[in-house]
């Protein structure tokens, strides 16, 4: 999963496309893979509360990738941010072929030599007025 | 900020509740002292995309504090995950005596003798048929 040569910047980047294309087509192996085993996990799905422990987790995303309606997420606007062992990335992700419709956490903690996927957060990005999810915000009310 | 004799699940949980003291009062100066300040810092506010730096982040901060209609947001549910110097919290938001009306991340570092966030994203919980935010869930359509 990282590759001699990069830092670990791009290492990252490459575990967080692992985890968005294991969900792309539906390989429930490479997304068991791609998440910790032996660090702690939590997922929060968006509009729910969030799972704990990488038994639901996983038990979640048996169930989103069996969802054959399901569509083929892409990300975008990846920023990785490295803490020593732990790194976050913020997204943004939609549809294949349509604006970004959620924005996402995805922490990965350095475990058995890769990047794996810890906690995952995703939730709607508003509609914007002109559809433009780059124009300036308004202040948001809540935080 | 961390106390002797606990240990860091107890530390974290102390800092998440003191980033919440903040918001709750509105206090500019306590919300810029939770926020890490040397490690890498982003933030993503229910319904926009991701802010990346600490300069970035506060000024999101300074305008959601002046405005005097937000709501008093208390956090629930609080779960704890520690990564060595990096920790993570999983949480509900609502405003006081009120159910929660969000879900909640929030990423701390160890930096300068304490645990300061470097990220935090809120996003909205869905309105249930019942009302009540513990009831078993429908498998989420989208990650």
């Not at 979640?60 to 990785?80: D, F, K, N, T, Y």
């Amino acid at each position: 999963m990282t590759m001699l040569g990069t830092g670990p910047e791009e290492a990252v980047e490459e575990s967080n496309e692992a985890f968005y294309r294991a969900f792309r087509d539906r390989n429930l192996g490479a997304m068991e893979a791609i998440w910790a085993s032996e660090l702690p996990v939590a997922c929060i799905h968006p509009g729910v509360e969030p799972l704990v422990g990488r038994e639901a987790v996983l038990e979640s995303w048996r169930g989103i990738l069996q969802q054959e309606a399901a569509p083929r997420v892409v990300c975008s606007h990846v920023a990785v941010h490295v803490l020593g062992e732990v790194a976050f990335v913020t997204c943004l992700e939609g549809a294949a072929g349509q604006p970004p419709s959620l924005a996402a956490t995805n922490v990965f903690g350095w475990e058995g030599g890769a990047w794996r996927l810890v906690h995952h957060q995703a939730g709607p990005l508003a509609v914007r007025q002109h559809g433009a999810v780059d124009e300036p915000d308004e202040p948001p009310i809540l935080n």
